[in-house]
DNA sequence: GCCGTTTTCGGCCCGACTGTTTTCAGTCG
């Protein structure tokens, strides 16, 4: 949680109810991790994870839940969480434990969890023992050497520490999207370049399209006798700035930017949101940096398993583990292994009784599934429809037609009206939007009402040229406005009403992340009343591992919008694509979807280059379940037009 | 703290690696 405090969030002024399921979530959450500090049952501090993780997918209404007695159905709430949270939600307060748990808690413990290598049992042993409860008391600890002494402690630990340290000074714990599969397909590259080496796989969070990256997962398949020299092989090649470690079976390394063989560059963003999130600070550390990465060599029968094993989630796999259980089978990364066979055997000992799996398709198949794609593998429902034959055909990027959001030297872009346009029909796109910023951002340059409407006559020109010459290409005229006070928005209305269609967005972060959830909820309830208002861009105003968006109720705000679709006005929201923001969150796409609000995957582009985005958006919104049908850019430029009519 | 159609008590996914040990605990994924 990025910048964000470690404190219980705030109760609603009115209620009930008194906290928003995204608050809930967050408690949840923080519970938990103070009940590891503090020693408790990691059986318990599983629950509240499980609870955290499941009622922050939750579609229902939790104020209703609560008021009905229904919460206690749900599976992961009983008694006791079930009566602590009605009592929050229904009262506006939370349990005292959980307070006494926040107060007591020392903050510096919970920083000191990001150190590689340090978790909540010996961070809780430093606190009894030596007093320490920051980073800063852990290094004075650890240089004048009295953490070495302490039993279950020694040098080479305390050393550990003090490089740990050292990594999370200069670097963040994880990557974006972006930049985790540039060095990912990177080293499967070289690794399978290597002799030996029969496949090689990227698998984990990079393969399941997270929006940020922790760490590398390679999976690698070799015959046992060529496992040593391969191995050898790794550790020479070019990128590796560390080797963590190195087993029979597993190498654990830190790779930087010397694995690339051009210039590394990243990606571009309006200059002022990068001022806004630390301008060169933030670019050297992304384009600087560095990435851990885990390599796994298996022979050439257990790769599949492997590779559906790294591939995860932990929470898709314990559900996968669970359904192996109910059918007799024991499931690891070496195998599905009749638990009849399989006796006390562990491990690669086990796998020979393994049932064969030529790929990952057969081993859904031997659990009665159908196979999942990797980007749902999250354990928020894939299990229950791949069992029903249910599973989402998932849009992919030949379905794209054209996107909504995107600027021109009108505003900050770099390019200009023709060469964007020129640029969309060359990636084949059959129409492409323009929607320039408005007078209020002065920092991007915002174009004023006459300049607007310029734009517009010139797009008319265009248009009818096109369609007098038989080309299937066309361009919308809108216009990324700003949101003002009270949820205005930033032109006339009969300049608006001009346009073929209005992003509305918020770009004032310092305002609207200074005030509360409910505030700002409402604030963006009263722009999607604005009848020019078509889709709401950026929803949360988040930088991956930038900075964080503004508190707001997303699923009010997707079932406020909602309510407008169904009654015939189209109002949709932003999967804005640059892989700084991917903002829709995936989470929120599958509600947006069942709730029938359509979804525009947006480039933001402010330069030609800036269209490849939308292969980002793509992602995520395969990530979010999301259909070819879900979203408004696999629509025709004629069926686009009638809805924006 | 949650859960249950062989269960209201005794389980809760499973294995590798590291550093500390002389058989194992902590951490990670």
Redesign the pocket.
């Given at each position: 949680m990025a910048g964000g405090a470690f404190v219980l969030p705030k109760a609603r002024p009115k209620g009930p109810p008194y906290f928003s399921r995204n608050q809930v979530a967050q408690a949840l959450h923080q519970v938990a991790v103070l009940l590891e500090l503090n020693g408790a049952?990691?059986?318990?501090?599983?629950?509240?994870q499980?609870?955290s993780r499941m009622l922050g997918g939750l579609t229902q209404d939790l104020g209703e839940l609560v008021a009905s007695g229904e919460l206690?159905e749900?599976?992961?709430?009983?008694?006791?969480?079930?009566?602590?949270l009605s009592q929050a939600i229904g009262e506006g307060r939370w349990p005292d434990?959980w307070i006494a748990l926040h107060t007591d808690t020392p903050e510096g413990m919970i920083e000191m969890?990001g150190?590689?290598?340090?978790?909540?049992?010996?961070?809780?042993?430093m606190n009894q023992e030596l007093g320490v409860d920051s980073i800063t008391t852990l290094r004075e600890a650890a240089e004048d050497d009295s953490i070495?002494g302490l039993?279950?402690?020694?040098?080479?630990?305390?050393?550990?520490m003090l490089d740990g340290i050292e990594l999370l000074a200069r670097f963040r714990s994880r990557r974006r999207l972006d930049i985790g599969l540039k060095y990912g397909e990177a080293f499967e590259q070289r690794i399978s370049k290597i002799p030996g080496v029969q496949k090689a796989q990227l698998a984990?969070s990079a393969r399941r399209r997270k929006d940020t990256i922790?760490?590398l997962?390679l999976v690698v398949a070799v015959d046992d006798s060529d496992k040593e020299s391969v191995s050898n092989a790794i550790l020479q090649l070019p990128g590796i700035a560390d080797?963590?470690?190195?087993?029979?079976?597993?190498?654990?390394l830190i790779l930087d930017t010397s694995i690339f063989d051009e210039n590394f560059s990243i990606g571009h963003i309006d200059t002022n949101v990068l001022d806004a999130i630390g301008g060169d600070d933030y670019e050297q550390l992304e384009a600087g940096g560095t990435i851990?990465a885990?390599v796994r060599l298996v022979s050439l029968e257990v790769f599949p398993f492997t590779l559906a094993?790294?591939t995860?989630s932990?929470e898709h796999?314990?559900a996968m583990?669970?359904r192996?259980?109910d059918r007799g089978l024991?499931?690891?990364?070496?195998g599905l292994?009749p638990e009849k066979d399989?006796g006390d055997?562990?491990?690669?000992a086990?796998a020979k009784y393994s049932l064969s799996a030529i790929d990952e398709n057969e081993i859904y198949q031997h659990l009665d599934l159908d196979w999942v794609t990797p980007e749902l593998r999250e354990d928020t429902g894939e299990i229950l429809a791949a069992q029903s034959e249910e599973l989402p055909n998932l849009i992919v990027q030949s379905d794209i037609r054209g996107s909504l959001h995107n600027h021109t030297t009108l505003s900050d872009g770099e390019a200009s009206l023709e060469q964007m346009a020129d640029a969309a029909r060359k990636i084949g796109w059959n129409w492409l939007g323009l929607a320039d910023h408005s007078p209020s951002l002065k920092i991007a340059n915002g174009a004023n009402a006459e300049d607007l409407l310029a734009q517009g006559e010139l797009i008319k020109r265009y248009n009818s040229e096109w369609a007098s010459e038989g080309v299937d290409f066309r361009l919308f005229h809108g216009v990324e406005s700003d949101i003002l006070e009270g949820g205005k928005l930033d032109h006339p209305d009969d300049i608006l009403s001009q346009l073929d269609y209005t992003v509305a967005s918020v770009h004032a972060m310092n305002k609207w992340k200074g005030r509360d959830e409910q505030t700002n909820t409402e604030e963006l309830m009263r722009c999607i009343d604005h009848p020019s208002t078509t889709i709401l861009g950026h929803p949360t105003g988040r930088i991956l591992q930038g900075r964080d968006g503004y508190e707001v109720d997303m699923f009010a705000i997707i079932e406020y919008m909602a309510e407008y679709n169904k009654n015939g006005e189209m109002k949709a929201v932003e999967l804005n694509a640059s892989p700084y923001r991917l903002d829709l969150d995936w989470r929120l796409c599958k509600f947006a979807k069942t709730n029938n609000v359509p979804i525009i995957i947006n480039p933001d582009a402010h330069s030609i280059r800036g269209l490849a985005d939308i292969a980002y958006g793509v992602m995520a919104a395969r990530k979010g379940w999301l259909e070819s049908g879900d979203v408004l850019n696999s629509l025709s430029g004629d069926d686009l037009a009638t809805l924006l009519k």
């Open positions: 049952n990691v059986f318990r501090v599983r629950s509240y499980n609870a206690f749900l599976k992961g709430i009983g008694k006791g969480l079930g009566s602590a434990d969890l150190i590689p290598g340090l978790g909540p049992k010996r961070i809780k042993i070495a039993k279950g402690f020694g040098a080479k630990s305390q050393q550990r984990g922790g760490d997962d080797i963590k470690g190195a087993g029979d079976s597993k190498i654990s851990d885990q094993y790294f995860g932990k796999n314990i583990r669970q192996a259980i024991r499931l690891s990364e070496f292994i399989a055997l562990k491990g690669m086990a």
